[in-house]
């Protein structure tokens, strides 16, 4: 048929008012296809988009009637493509042929929920539309452009409150976000405003943070509710000072990532390795203006006061979600928690990642930051280290959540940083101080407990397995130095004896147990390998090496990152001998089952301690009970290793290995 649809309508117009028709009629086809998204109409071909498979599918069953009713219309459709994802224009550009492909996104998307609403999802390895992150990035990109929009908003603010006198500015240091709603394909959105289109702090979160901090604090009730209003039952007051939508000083908006590794499972109550990254928008660095506004004249004396709630508020508990871990928390923050201690502390690191890691596609060049969140990750993880050798599953995940939070519940523990950006590169090197707070001093020492273990057990971040070096001309592993009083422990058999007891009583003080529990680290693979556990069948060694290279010492990482001496005579001894070392990507000798693969976690943990006194290498060994990791025990007290936590049977013996051994170690 040689119809073509009516030029003097645009496609779009037609499809929403066909929409709106077949809504009036109560029909099935405008039930069905109200909550699709117009992508576009081009050379005869209607693109759709629908949230998920499953309405989709639905909708795939409807073609045929959705084009004899769109005829009736005047919009032909030789085929109608339905999509999963949220639509993106598809007409060409003006100075494109109408048969050329259209751009993948349009060139000027207005703002970040035009984005959202007309980007397509990504494609996996196997062409599924399931990729959320180009809609991610395209919400930022068009919000790169919002600078004129955010000047006029924030003019506007001072014009409603009467002057910078009614308003003050507020600075995030790390991320925040605001909001959280459910959107398409299950993606957690921050609040994004319904008429502009951006990110923003709406008026009522401001007012709860405001108020709650005010019951909390301030003393003449009446007064709370005579500024800030009631409603109780039939009886109201209106609040005499308004609060205004806060909205950033400049773009901000930034895709992120939460990826959590190790997940409970059930019914087997196990603690799996398993990384699921989960892509998400925040907003990096904020600086938000704002403003407050009397609702009469004579009220105006009083719009100081609620404005220093509000501070307070900000700048002991933050603002929005994850504050435990580190999100929504102001410049300086002040301590939330009724105990807290802090510790200065140093990271020299391969690079900490986001949304962005170092991958072959982008040829190993990610973005680095600094993230707060993998130090509340890595004491979790020696948390349950501890608390599933003491306690059974239930008893581990009930005293997780309390100490941690859980979705709705806040943890009794809050973990922040202060960071001073990195000077350097190749590697990182990150100084600040690492926050801890908690609603009762038991909990506090728990926590303290785990950060003092973690830190002389392992790293964080990326490369927390192993001491930081040079492998194959590339940054590996990492060095994390927690300065405190008595810290860093010495290579002293008793002193590591009495601070294992130590984080045992805190742990008890917490929850008795009078029981010891054993756990399997599991086997090599995804999904297969388990939490380690510090139980019966772990063991921590330590190796002194009177010449192990302490990283600010070394003066050139390019020349002397692969040397013996700033490995260390354990992670030499693990790399020298193919029965210990990990297997690389590519494959070839290695062992598993004692180093590690991708998707593996290596079964044995390696830090470089320095003291004044003499510097030594600290060993984990999870599972030693394995053969393949006994061997390495084995090795480790020839080479005069002193084992501080667990045992050596005598009666243990290793089968032969006839593997080569390590040769002899440079100096």
């Known amino acids: ?54 309405t989709c599918k639905v909708a795939k069953g409807q073609i045929k009637p959705l084009k004899d009713k769109l005829f009736k219309f005047k919009l032909w459709c030789d085929r109608i493509d339905c999509r999963i994802g949220s639509g993106a224009p598809t007409s060409p550009p003006s100075n494109q042929k109408s048969d050329a492909k259209p751009p993948k996104t349009p060139r000027n998307m207005g703002n970040p929920l035009q984005a959202l609403n ?9 062409g599924k539309l399931s990729l959320p992150q180009p809609v991610l990035e395209s919400a930022v990109n068009a919000e790169k452009d919002c600078s004129y929009l955010y000047e006029k ?16 500015k507020i600075s995030f240091s790390w991320r925040m976000r605001v909001g959280g709603t459910r959107g398409f394909a299950e993606l957690l959105l921050p609040a994004l405003h319904p008429v502009f289109g951006i990110p923003y702090i709406p008026a009522s979160s401001l007012k709860g943070a405001a108020l709650a901090w005010a019951e909390k604090h301030h003393s003449n009730k009446g007064e709370i509710q005579e500024l800030l209003g009631m409603l109780e039952g039939k009886n109201a007051k209106a609040a005499k000072i308004e609060f205004l939508d806060a909205f950033p000083t400049k773009p901000c908006l930034s895709v992120d990532v939460a990826t959590p590794q190790w997940h409970w499972q059930n019914p087997e109550q196990k603690v799996i390795y398993n990384p699921e990254p989960h892509p998400l928008l925040t907003l990096e660095q904020p600086q938000f203006l704002i403003g407050f506004c009397p609702t009469r004249t004579q009220y105006a004396d009083k719009v100081e006061v609620v404005k220093k709630w509000l501070e307070n508020a900000l700048k002991t508990g933050g603002i929005g979600s994850r504050v435990s871990g580190g999100y929504g928390r102001t410049v300086n923050q002040k301590a939330q928690l009724a105990h807290s201690k802090s510790f200065d502390f140093e990271l020299w690191t391969q690079g900490m990642y986001g949304s962005n890691p170092p991958t072959k596609e982008n040829n190993y060049q990610g973005n680095t930051e600094f993230r707060p969140t993998a130090i509340r990750g890595i004491l979790r993880y020696w948390f349950r280290a501890v608390a599933l050798g003491l306690y059974d599953a239930e008893t581990c995940v009930t005293l997780e959540e309390l100490l941690f939070g859980k979705l709705g519940q806040q943890g009794k523990i809050s973990v922040s940083t202060r960071i001073n950006p990195s000077q350097r590169q190749d590697p990182y090197l990150y100084t600040g101080k690492i926050i801890l707070e908690a609603t009762e001093a038991k909990y506090l020492s728990l926590i303290e407990r785990c950060l003092i273990l973690g830190s002389h057990l392992g790293g964080v971040g990326r490369g927390s397995r192993r001491p930081l070096h040079l492998l194959n001309r590339r940054m590996r592993g990492c060095h994390w130095f927690v300065d405190g009083d008595s810290l860093p422990l010495v290579g002293n058999e008793q ?63 390019h020349n002397q990152g692969d040397s013996a001496n700033v490995k260390g005579a354990a992670l030499n001894l693990l790399y020298g001998d193919p029965q210990f070392k990990g297997v690389s990507n590519g494959g070839g000798s290695g062992n598993a089952n004692v180093g590690g693969e991708l998707g593996t976690p290596s079964f044995v943990w390696i830090k470089s301690i320095f003291t004044a006194d003499s510097p030594y290498q600290v060993v984990t060994i999870f599972g030693s009970n394995h053969p393949d990791r006994l061997k390495l025990a084995t090795e ?29 170690r440079r100096r």
Request: glycine share 6%; hydrophobic share 30%; aromatic share 12%.
């Open 153 to 168: 908003l924030n003019q506007r603010t001072l014009d409603l409150a009467g002057g910078e006198s009614n308003t003050f």
């Open 636 to 664: 480790l007290k020839k080479q005069g290793a002193i084992l501080v936590y667990g045992q050596m049977s005598s009666s243990s013996q290793p089968p032969p290995s006839n593997s080569p051994k390590p040769g002899p």
């Open 118 to 126: 007309f980007t397509e999802f990504g494609r996996d390895k196997q």
């Open 495 to 557: 002193q590591w004896r009495t601070f294992f007891k130590s984080v045992t009583d805190a742990f008890k003080a917490v929850k008795p147990s009078t029981k010891n529990y054993t756990s399997s680290p599991g086997q090599p693979g995804t999904k297969k390998r388990q939490q380690d556990v510090l139980d019966k069948n772990a063991q921590v060694w330590l190796l002194k090496d009177t010449v192990l290279l302490n990283p600010e010492k070394v003066k050139n990482w």
């Open 1 to 54: 048929m040689n119809f073509k649809p009516n030029q003097s309508r645009n496609p779009s117009d037609i499809w929403q008012d066909f929409i709106a028709a077949e809504q009036k009629s109560n029909s099935k086809l405008g039930k069905q296809f109200a909550s699709a998204s117009y992508g576009g109409y081009d050379n005869n071909v209607l693109t759709l988009f629908f949230a998920d498979e499953a």
